[in-house]
């Protein structure tokens, strides 16, 4: 069986994001976003998991599990709510956070940017504007700054390539536009700010820092093999951008089949998950290899994000381990993958889909913001105390 065990220093984890459990961050482009009547979002963040206050509940749970890797975000509102103005209480209240994990033995992991953006940086241009690059360098390295001696690890950029299809592509998430050139800038807005940042973070604090990038397992239907690599270029922009960083964190979820046109919906029976695309835990292994490859293996690779959103945990420990099953073959064939991040540790709020899609281990009661580990959480538990794959 000694196949089935992971490699000495394997790091096991879990992730959150700032505006998806904290609550109450309403200085960002999110908050405006939820509140606005012509959008398809299912309702508002509102208090979200109260993680703001309940932070140390959070922490209790994931000692409990054994995990080795904690990976939260900066709500950069919060700490820059105007410019140039920094709230020391916010970041200190980070750096305890980041103390009182590092006291039981858990890596902080600190995105810096996930998703939400301050009110003053999107009025002034928000991820178009090329002076954004120097505003986010800025807030790097002052939070790179106050939170040096809990940082372990640092992640530029949330998932880049979804800020810029999501917001200025297909108009879903802010700012809502639908603009291939508008994209492409913000593509190479934030491949800049990446790069800004990797250098900010490092100027102050000698940690691994490194970009997540979502990825899709983009797979050709008919006809569909150049639109296959269209889709991708939204991927390899930032592929591109990662020489020399310390690591490339990886998120994957799912496959997609493209035709044509783009994507053609789930393949006829092929189960569905929550988030309305296909159940493919094989999308993880296949990501992998394929950001190996095309990096030549320069960068080593962490899984900062892998789950399933789902009301049915039975699925989410058969996605889980269907999962890890192609990060052990993928180490098997000599890629160095450092760690796996399960996404999330909480039932949160799932961006424009609200609180509906449950990708939680632990499940949060909405009105009482209790939380009650679901068996999920004792099964992944299990496989990082051990380091194998029952
Ligand atoms: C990622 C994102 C997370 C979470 C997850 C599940 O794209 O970084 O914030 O929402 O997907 O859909």
């Known amino acids: 069986m000694s196949d089935r065990l992971f490699p000495d220093g394997f790091v096991w984890g879990t992730a959150t994001a700032a505006h998806q459990i904290e609550g109450g961050n309403v200085n960002n482009d999110w908050w405006d976003w939820e509140h606005k009547p012509d959008t398809l979002c299912a309702e508002p963040s509102g208090d979200a998991c109260d993680s703001w206050h309940r932070w140390r509940e959070d922490l209790d749970i994931v000692a409990s599990l054994g995990l080795t890797s904690y990976r939260f975000s900066l709500e950069w509102s919060r700490i820059e709510p105007a410019e140039g103005e920094w709230s020391q209480a916010t970041m200190a209240h980070y750096r305890q956070v980041g ?30 504007e090329p002076a954004t690059v120097d505003r986010f360098a800025r807030f790097c390295e002052r939070a790179a700054q106050e939170l040096a001696p809990v940082l372990r690890r640092g992640c530029t950029l949330n998932e880049p390539n979804i800020v810029s299809t999501m917001g200025y592509q297909l108009g879903l998430f802010p700012p809502g536009e639908a603009d291939v050139a508008l994209k492409d800038r913000a593509n190479e807005t934030l491949v ?69 046109e783009g994507w053609i919906g789930p393949e006829t029976g092929v189960p569905t998950t929550a988030m309305g695309y296909e159940f493919w835990p094989q999308a993880l292994a296949a990501t992998i290899r394929r ?11 962490i899984v900062t ?5 789902t009301d049915d945990d ?31 540790l909480l039932d949160n709020f ?41």
């Open 99 to 128: 103390e009182a994990f590092l006291e039981r033995g858990i890596e902080p992991v600190i995105t810096f940017h996930h998703f939400t953006t301050p009110r003053w940086v999107v009025a002034a241009g928000g991820w178009t």
């Open 192 to 260: 800049a700010a990446h790069r800004v940042a990797v250098a900010a973070i490092r100027g102050v604090v000698d940690v691994p820092v490194g970009l997540t990038l979502s990825m899709t397992d983009y797979q050709p239907a008919p006809g569909g093999e150049s639109m296959v690599e269209t889709v991708r270029r939204d991927e390899d922009v930032f592929l591109d951008a990662i020489d020399g960083d310390d690591f490339l964190g990886v998120q994957a979820y799912t496959r997609m089949l493209i035709g044509p």
């Open 291 to 301: 950001a190996w490859e095309y990096t030549d293996g320069r960068v080593p690779i």
């Open 305 to 309: 994000e892998n789950g399933i959103g």
């Open 314 to 344: 039975e699925q989410r420990i058969a996605y889980v381990r269907a999962a890890l099953d192609g990060v052990l073959d993928c180490l098997g064939d000599g890629i160095n993958v450092r760690g796996y991040t399960y996404w999330s």
């Open 350 to 390: 799932e961006w424009v889909l609200g609180y509906r899609p449950r990708f939680g281990l632990v499940s949060v009661d909405r009105s009482t913001f209790v939380r009650t580990p679901k068996p999920s959480a004792q099964w992944y538990a299990d496989i990082a105390r051990s380091n194998r794959l029952a």
